[in-house]
């Protein structure tokens, strides 16, 4: 039985289309994705759901870093920039207290290559207790605050230069104080 030539020239003509489709795909979204901004601006007074449960409202001239945010349900991860300044905000399950919240955060961001200080009670205006201080690494300094609530810790890191630090400061620990926790039902 021979299979006609129209019809192998018909096969070849389609699967060449599927392999053009392809390839259009494996190039053309890739180069899409590039020309699209990863940075959104937020409007500095509305809150901005974190995840989990955690919202804040973002400092004035924040822009929200859509590749390293993740909100969900349960947890999740928002990253603004301040110029050169990172606030990073995140809510995470934890049963634990705040010591171990402390000691979570620290081997997250020292590495065991920097220092963490002890730091000081904080509160947040709508009541969420917690610690804050300072850290430092090789490679960067910054802040950070950690705030329990129920099953949630609450992690934030602020990091930059000095200078940029102090400059951007009255503005983030505003921010932070807007930090607010609803339990999910």
């Known amino acids: 039985m021979r299979v006609a030539r129209g019809r192998l020239l018909q096969n070849a003509a389609a699967s060449l289309c599927i392999l053009l489709a392809l390839v259009a795909i494996a190039v053309g979204l890739p180069a899409v994705d590039r020309t699209i901004s990863a940075e959104r601006a937020v409007p500095p007074h509305l809150p901005y759901e974190v995840g ?32 050169p300044v990172r606030y990073v905000i995140v809510a995470t399950p934890f049963d ?3 010591d171990g919240a402390v000691d979570r955060l620290r081997r997250k961001v020292t590495n065991a290559e920097g220092q963490l200080d002890a730091g000081l009670p904080a509160l947040t205006g709508t009541g969420l207790s917690g610690r804050e201080g300072a850290y430092t690494t090789p490679d960067r300094a910054g802040r950070y605050a950690v705030f329990l609530a129920p099953d949630i810790s609450i992690e934030v890191t602020v990091s930059g230069t000095e200078t940029e630090l ?5 503005a983030i620990e505003a921010s932070i104080r807007t930090i607010a926790y609803q339990e999910r039902v």
């Open 166 to 170: 102090e400059r951007t400061e009255p």
């Open 96 to 98: 634990g207290d705040l």
């Open 52 to 83: 989990g449960g955690v919202t804040v409202v973002p400092p004035a001239g924040a822009v929200l870093d859509v590749t390293r945010t993740r909100p969900t349900a349960r947890q999740g991860t928002a990253l603004f920039t301040l110029g």
